[in-house]
DNA sequence: CCAGCTGCTGAACAAGCGTTTAGTATATTG
DNA sequence: CAATATACTAAACGCTTGTTCAGCAGCTGG
């Protein structure tokens, strides 16, 4: 029998396997059966640790909530490698363990328009825009006309790499957030804020 | 008998219903005996017409491809207003119902990673680079040093405004997708892509 | 020592699911 | 005209769902 104090109590393992399920395949067309199964308990001690099913989603949303918590603390206390031209969503990649089912899980919070997702998703901006800030007190980035609206678009820029990886990798033949598709994109996307699109420059360097 | 093209038949009316409820909860949490009554039939006729389920979905599937076929086919003939600056998500928003479910129905495609929505990027992403060429032919547009990393770039940071725009909407305090917030977005966006995110000058060239 | 927790299971529950079936009315065909 | 096919419904089918319940094992405090 595991101990209380144990970092994977079955609470903590339902909890994981869940967040993997519902990230791979969707809350509603996961079973608790299959959740149980999963996590090798059966489906009635699910109940008996979050009292419904939707008590098991409310505390996966919040597990994720978390992780966003921890890595935007750690982005503003600035330990985290942010350098110019890194995107945050390649940074928050190198720091969720490989093949992390949180981003799949962000994916369906933003599709279905779930205030967990609008929460982080705030949160991300308020971050973009913190960096955004510092970099044009630096003078290193002109604010625009419109600030709030620059913040937005870089950001989302950088967010369709998570949601749009697997189409993106589909048609460019080379997965956008692996190490050739990332050092790809990074340079054509700096190429852009610093020359523009219809910029005659295209020397190659 | 109605005749098989007519589109208000009940099978076409269930078609339409689902659709809709589709769009907006997901096909896994919306049940047959829902669409039936959206659609004011029996639940048995949705089966009569469609087989199952699963056969209702793909038939969803397919019109909405034959959708935004007959979207892109405009758009290649030139039938689009596609002038410049004006993105192609808004393009898409003007010539569909107010209100359509269409790109509710795109986004779960997308972020589902689902292969009909994977058919459509892909078909989104032609015409994207299809416009690029003929701007980079005319002069108007540098196809930088990775044209295929530019085309999705430019074509994401579109389609962005679709997937995202509700979050949007909730950072920014205006609808990118509604009058005046598809100004603010297209005017920085031009800005950006004229002058670069870090160009001193304000003016335009 | 034993009373009372907590973690946990297996079996059972009612409700709801997608689907089937039997049948009716209406239209088309030969 | 009878025969056949189509559009459609009401009821029921078997199965799966989320959840409940009674009970067991092992720890903990008095």
Do not use: C
Request: glycine share 12%; hydrophobic share 45%.
């Amino acid at each position: 029998m595991r101990s209380a104090h144990d970092d994977r109590t079955a609470r903590a393992v339902i909890r994981d396997r869940a967040l993997e399920l519902f990230a791979a395949r969707g809350p509603d067309s996961v079973t608790v059966r299959q959740i149980a199964s999963a996590a090798e308990v059966s489906p009635g001690l699910v109940i008996h640790h979050f009292g419904s099913k939707e008590g098991l989603r409310s505390a996966v949303d919040e597990h994720v909530a978390g992780v966003f918590d921890g890595l935007f603390a750690r982005a503003e206390a600035g330990g985290l490698d942010m350098s110019d031209g890194r995107s945050f969503a390649e940074t928050l990649l190198e720091n969720l363990p490989p093949g992390s089912p949180i981003p799949g899980y962000l994916r369906r919070l933003l599709l279905a328009g779930d205030a967990a997702g609008t929460a982080i998703f705030r949160r991300w901006f308020a971050a973009g825009a913190a960096a955004a800030d510092a970099l044009v007190a630096r003078g290193l980035m002109a604010p625009g006309r419109d600030p709030v609206v620059r913040t937005a678009f870089v950001m989302a820029g950088d967010l369709m790499l998570l949601l749009l990886r697997d189409q993106l990798a589909d048609v460019l033949g080379v997965d956008p957030l692996g190490a050739e598709g990332a050092a790809r994109w990074a340079e054509e996307v700096l190429d852009i804020y610093r020359n523009g699109l219809f910029g005659t420059e295209g020397e190659t360097s």
